[in-house]
């Protein structure tokens, strides 16, 4: 509702008006932006839940039962660590002269140091697939527990090899919660703007940096509010379509 | 038990992965050079001396265990209504309000934000302060609690209470004499989650803290001066070292509780 009215410098006016809209529709940036983050966030559900599956995978189907919830205690410590310093620390990581170009030099793996890991949308997808690593796990994990496990046997005894048993029958009954996962990394994603601030550089700000700065810097609550409203809907929509086509390839099969 | 093989090494490697800030921030926080950098320099406690002097810092760190403390108790209150609601009773449109409640969940972290400081500041005209904040954190720790509570109070067995009531105690020692000790350590560790969350966060404070920064707000000025970033390191090992204690803590009594109503452990904490 907010998003409607207009802000000039301090005082409201609380017309109802479609301007804000408008000026998103015109300004060719903010569309960047949102195009952008959507972009990004979308590598970081994938990249997320691909390098989650197989630890959920691993602790639910090889880990011993009562060192199932020592594993992903584990896993969940560092999500419970102060967020502001991770992100922190990935840049000290992945700088000119961070920890990951250091020692591939010392390695003689390389000869100058790296540049595409800091300051770009790679560094921002690297970080964020570390902070919502645990989102993406504990679904799926949650979701092959409760696969019961004669089916993989029955499966097996009727002759289908490790790989096809995987593919017909865990990875189908699994879906559930890599579904839950992607939505639960996609959607947040959207809403940082600490991230692509801290090691994003000027290609990795996202539309949540813009929302902040019309909110903070430059007093234009009303773009800002118009901005996460369309933020929000377009999030919404992505992960109404992929319910809707996850829902159709299952019934498919 | 199968082999594991590879998958067992890619699993220590993502552990590797995810521990890798945690294992760097001590490292820099006792090496004895301004510049966050390899190679390292030498051991030094300065910057932890140092982060005894600063006033602001101080300040900030009273706000933000004020606000934590506030939220652990307001959200484990609310998560306790919710939870005993939800396993006990069955109201209409039981799943729609559980829904609803748990939303902020998934909700991006911004949008929460932006529309508190618009409800907040436009609709009441309240003035941003440690309060506002409080109202946000506990809105987004509410969920977490929720979940925590749930598990133990659907492990609470009702025959217990109706026998308590049979026995001729009144609802309210039944209460506190059968159904409090039963979840107390459910209560222990969602008031200890949800003061760690409120503790680090930092995209709704940075919104709705107005002029008394919390920690991680304050935290995030010091980036802007390269000068004082090891001491910001020296902070974050502290930081980072206290909530893994807080966390060992919940779990340790999370797993109390379950062992107490005599379930199995089946897993970490969502």
């Not at chain 1, 005082?11 to 990004?40: C, K, M």
């Not at chain 1, 189907?61 to 896993?75: M, T």
């Not at chain 1, 793996?109 to 921002?124: Q, R, S």
């Amino acid at each position: 509702m907010f998003s409607f009215w207009t802000q000039d410098f301090l005082s409201l006016d609380t017309t109802p008006t479609l301007n804000n809209y408008r000026e998103f529709l015109a300004e060719p940036l903010y569309q960047e932006l949102l195009r952008r983050s959507l972009i990004i966030a979308g590598s970081v559900t994938v990249v997320t839940v691909l390098l989650a599956f197989p630890i959920a995978y691993y602790v639910s189907f090889y880990v011993r039962p009562e060192r199932k919830s020592l594993w992903l205690f584990l896993i969940t410590i560092p999500f419970w660590t102060s967020y502001l310093i991770r992100v922190f620390l990935w840049r000290v990581i992945l700088g000119f002269d961070g920890v990951v170009n250091t020692a591939l030099m010392n390695l003689g793996l390389i000869n100058e140091p790296l540049t595409f890991i800091l300051y770009n949308p790679n560094a921002v997808v690297i970080t964020l697939a570390h902070a919502f690593a645990p989102f993406a796990i504990l679904p799926i994990f949650v979701a092959l527990e409760r696969i019961d496990r004669s089916l993989l046997e029955a499966s097996r005894d009727l002759g289908e090899n490790a790989f096809n048993t995987f593919r017909r029958v865990t990875l189908p009954l699994a879906m559930p919660g890599v579904v839950a996962s992607v939505l639960i990394v996609f959607i947040p994603t959207i809403g940082d703007y600490v991230t692509p601030r801290l090691v994003g550089g000027p290609e990795g700000l996202m539309i949540a940096n813009m929302i902040q700065t019309q909110f903070l810097r430059l007093n234009n609550a009303p773009l800002g509010a118009a901005l996460a409203v369309i933020a929000m809907l377009s999030v919404t929509l992505i992960s109404l379509a992929f319910i809707w086509l996850t829902r159709k390839y299952l019934r498919a099969r | 038990m199968r082999r594991s093989g590879w998958l067992g090494l890619y699993a220590v490697a993502y552990l590797i992965f995810l521990y890798a800030p945690i294992i760097i921030l001590p490292l820099f926080a006792f090496n004895d050079s301004a510049v966050i950098a390899f190679p390292l320099s030498g051991f030094t406690l300065n910057w932890f001396r140092e982060l005894t002097g600063i006033e602001a810092m101080h300040a900030a760190l009273r706000n933000s265990l004020f606000i934590a403390v506030m939220t652990a108790l307001f959200s484990t209150l609310l998560g306790i209504a919710a939870a005993r609601a939800a396993t006990r009773y069955n109201f209409p449109l039981k799943a729609g309000i559980m829904g609803l409640i748990m939303l902020p969940l998934v909700l991006p972290e911004i949008i929460v934000a932006v529309s508190l400081l618009v409800v907040a500041v436009q609709i009441f005209g309240m003035p941003l302060s440690a309060w506002t904040v409080i109202a946000a954190h506990t809105l987004i720790c509410t969920p977490f609690c929720i979940a925590i509570l749930n598990t133990a109070f659907q492990n609470l067995d009702p025959a217990l209470e109706e026998a308590a009531v049979d026995l001729g105690e009144t609802p309210q020692s039944t209460f506190r004499l059968i159904t409090l000790p039963l979840v107390i350590p459910g209560i222990i560790s969602s008031l200890l989650i949800s003061f760690t969350i409120s503790l680090d966060e930092f995209i709704i404070a940075f919104f709705l803290t107005g002029n008394e920064p919390t920690l991680p707000v304050y935290i995030w000025g010091l980036f802007r001066f390269p000068a004082r970033i090891p001491v910001v390191m020296a902070l974050g090992t502290i930081l980072v070292a206290v909530s893994i204690i807080l966390l060992a803590i919940a779990e340790y009594y999370r797993r109390r509780g379950l062992a107490r109503a005599g379930q199995k452990d089946t897993g970490g904490f969502l």
